[in-house]
């Protein structure tokens, strides 16, 4: 029999509120190691108004941010079960190598990858990537502090 697992609202777990808070639910952590989590941008959501005009697309901006709030709930999940992660707040510190191969569309589910890959300090750093119908459609790596 299969053990049903419940993770906290991302909302419980990060100082971002609407309509910043971009992250809609917790799918599976491992600790130290990865988390994933989906989202679904809603059509009225302000960054599409004018992003495109009668052609909405998810400005890249947004999915980093999206990718970075994802390491911050895996850093915050962490820090909660193992002294090798210190409760910090996440700050965006450096996105490396973004890259974005399609448009992410309103009402499209999107799954979001992170991967701890380094630490140094204070310093974090994951590998992160989106997933829309199972094709990776942005990939980066991000450091937060």
Known sequence: MTKAVFFPKPEDLLPHDKPMSLVDEIVNFDCGKTLEAVTT???????????????????????VE?????????LRLSSETSRDFPPIMGRAVKIKNATFSREVKPNEEVRIHVKFKSRMMHFFTFDCHIKVNGQVMCKSELVLS
């Not at 992003?51 to 999915?63: E, S």
């Not at 999206?66 to 895996?74: H, P, R």
Request: aromatic fraction near 18%.
């Open 41 to 63: 941008y809603d059509p009225s959501d302000f960054f599409y108004q004018g992003h495109f005009k009668d052609n909405p697309v998810t400005p890249g901006i947004i999915l």
């Open 66 to 74: 999206t990718m970075f709030q994802t390491c911050g709930l895996l």
